[in-house]
């Protein structure tokens, strides 16, 4: 069994920025890669970004030139900067590990 606990949502203006943050609960030194997906009220869960054992990271269009993936190894985390958020970025945003687990989730609201 393979916990992730993501941090870092909350509520933030249009224009601002959040730092997620995604703890592992095994090393990800030898995954072949780490990814955030998002889910919006009504909507599928979607990828958002995910970064390779290479260091590739690969970014939904509509968060390219925005957010940013990028991990920790010692401390088994992933992170994904957020800048220039958007109304349309609110949804609950997971981590996800490829041997199939996700996390509880951390809401992100964009919003005046």
């Known amino acids: 069994q393979v916990h992730l606990v993501e941090s870092g949502g909350g509520l933030v203006q249009p224009g601002g920025s959040l730092r997620l943050s995604c703890v592992a609960s095994r090393s990800i030194f030898s995954l072949n890669y780490m990814g955030w997906y998002r889910q919006a009220p009504g909507k599928e869960r979607e990828l958002v970004a995910y970064?390779?054992?290479?260091?590739?990271?690969t970014y939904a269009d509509s968060v390219k030139g925005r957010f940013t993936i990028s991990t920790d190894i010692a401390k088994n985390t992933v992170f994904l900067q957020m800048n220039s958020l958007k109304p349309e970025d609110t949804a609950v945003y997971y981590c996800?590990?490829?041997?199939?687990?996700w996390g509880q989730g951390t809401q992100v609201t964009v919003s005046s």
């Open positions: 996800y590990d490829p041997a199939g687990y």
């Open positions: 970064i390779s054992k290479s260091g590739t990271t």
